[in-house]
C-alpha cells in the first residue's frame, strides 16, 4: 500500500515522502436503530449519478464503538453525516469526527463530496488528518483538491488571532492510502478487507469485520465470485443493482452495463450464493417519486424483480440504520 501525505500551510504544499505501509418503503418496515454499543450501517446516500433530492451521492457509514468509517463520498455527505447526528441519534457522524474513508473507485458519483469531506469538519474544528483509502488514483485527487481550495487553506490560516473556531492546520491533511486487495485497515474496532471488483476503472468492495459483525459493500461492479468469497454469510451485503424495467427504457446504457453493473437476477444468483444475513440494494435504478425521474422504477418493481432471493431483502433509503 501506497501512502502520501498531501498538507497545505499557506501557500505551500508539503508533500510528505513516499511511504510503503503494511499495512420497499410502503412494502418494508422502517429500519431499526441497533443498540449504540453494537455496529451500525448508516446509508448517507443511496443514490446515482442524477441529482435526485431524495437520494443523495453514495456514501455509506459503517459505526463502531462510537467511531465513523466511511465508504465513498457522494454529494453531499458531510450534511447527511450531520442529518444522521441529528435526525437518527448517532453521534459518530458528528463531521469533525470523520476521519476515516474508504473510496470503492473514482467516478464522481461517489466522490464528488471529497472537497466538502476534507474542508468541512476542518472548518468546523477537526484537528486530525483524514485518512483516505482508495484506488490508484486517490493521491492523485486528494492533491488536486487541495489544490483547487489553495486561497481558502491560505485565509482561513493566516489569522490565527481573528480566527479561532477550527482550521487547524493538522486537520486539512489528507493521508491518501493506495491500496490492493486485502486487509488495509486495521483497529481495535475493526478490520477492514478490499477486494477487486469488476467495474468501469480499477475498483474495490470492502468487507468490515466488527466485534459483532460482517459487512460488505460491493460499490459498482459486474457480478463477482469475489463479492461472493467476501460475504460468505455476511450479517450484511450491501449491493448496487439495475432493474430490467428501468434497462428497457435505456437500451442505450446495455452494453456498459453488461459488463460494469448488476442486474436485479444477477444480484438474485449472487446473493443466493453469498447468503447474507440481509441484503441491502443501494445505488439502484430507482426513483422513489415519479416526479424526480419517471423513468427510473419504483421500489416496488425492484423488489418484484427480486422475488426470486428467498433471504431477507430491503431497499436502501438515505438516513436508514440497520
Ligand atoms: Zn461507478
Ligand atoms: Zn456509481
Same mark, same amino acid.
Given at each position: ?5 498531501? =498538507? ?33 450501517? /448508516? =446509508? ?39 442529518? %444522521?447526528?441529528?435526525?437518527?441519534? !448517532? *453521534?459518530?457522524?458528528?463531521? &469533525? ?19 466538502? =469531506? ?19 488514483? !486517490?493521491?492523485? #485527487?486528494?492533491?488536486? &483538491? ?36 486485502? /486487509? ?9 478487507? %478490499?477486494?477487486?471488483?469488476?467495474? %468501469? ?27 461472493? +468469497? *467476501?460475504?460468505?454469510?455476511? +450479517? ?49 435504478? !430507482? ?18 424483480? #427480486? ?6 431483502? /430491503?431497499?436502501?433509503? +438515505?438516513?436508514?440504520?440497520?
Amino acid at each position: 500500500m501506497r501512502t502520501r501525505q498531501f =498538507l497545505r500551510r499557506g501557500a505551500v504544499v508539503a508533500l510528505s515522502a513516499l511511504i510503503l505501509t503494511t499495512a420497499a418503503q410502503a412494502q418494508q418496515a422502517p429500519a431499526q436503530q441497533t443498540p449504540a454499543q453494537q455496529t451500525q450501517v /448508516v =446509508l448517507l446516500g443511496t443514490g446515482t449519478p442524477p441529482a435526485d433530492p431524495d437520494r443523495f451521492g453514495a456514501a455509506t457509514a459503517i459505526v463502531v464503538n462510537g467511531t465513523a468509517y466511511l465508504v465513498d463520498f457522494g454529494a453531499g455527505v458531510v450534511r447527511r453525516a450531520k442529518a %444522521a447526528v441529528v435526525d437518527r441519534g !448517532i *453521534a459518530a457522524l458528528d463531521p &469533525v469526527k470523520l476521519r476515516v474513508v474508504f473510496a470503492t473507485h473514482l467516478h464522481s458519483d461517489h466522490t464528488v463530496g471529497y472537497p466538502d =469531506l476534507i474542508l468541512t469538519p476542518w472548518v468546523l474544528g477537526r484537528r486530525v488528518p483524514l485518512e483516505v483509502y482508495g484506488p490508484s488514483g !486517490i493521491a492523485h #485527487m486528494t492533491e488536486h &483538491v487541495i489544490e483547487a481550495y489553495r486561497e481558502d487553506f491560505a485565509t482561513r490560516t493566516k489569522d490565527r488571532k481573528l480566527y479561532t473556531v477550527g482550521a487547524f492546520a493538522e486537520g486539512h491533511a489528507v493521508n491518501a492510502h493506495e491500496i490492493k486487495p486485502g /486487509v488495509v485497515y486495521k483497529d481495535a474496532n475493526v478490520t477492514v478487507t %478490499a477486494f477487486a471488483t469488476k467495474h %468501469a476503472m480499477e475498483s474495490y468492495g470492502y468487507r468490515f469485520d466488527t466485534p459483532d459483525r460482517s459487512i460488505v459493500i460491493s460499490g459498482d461492479t459486474n457480478p463477482t465470485q469475489a463479492t461472493i +468469497d *467476501a460475504c460468505r454469510g455476511c +450479517d450484511v451485503l450491501i449491493h448496487e443493482v439495475l432493474t430490467h424495467d428501468w434497462l428497457s427504457r435505456r437500451p442505450d446504457f446495455h452494453a456498459y452495463a453488461a459488463v460494469h453493473h448488476t442486474t436485479t437476477s444477477q444480484l438474485t444468483e449472487l446473493a443466493k450464493q453469498a447468503k447474507p444475513g440481509l441484503l441491502i440494494l443501494y445505488h439502484a435504478s !430507482i426513483s422513489w417519486r415519479p416526479a424526480v425521474d419517471s423513468e427510473r422504477s419504483p421500489q416496488a418493481v425492484l423488489l418484484k424483480e #427480486m422475488a426470486a432471493y428467498p433471504g431477507r431483502v /430491503v431497499v436502501g433509503r +438515505d438516513l436508514d440504520v440497520y
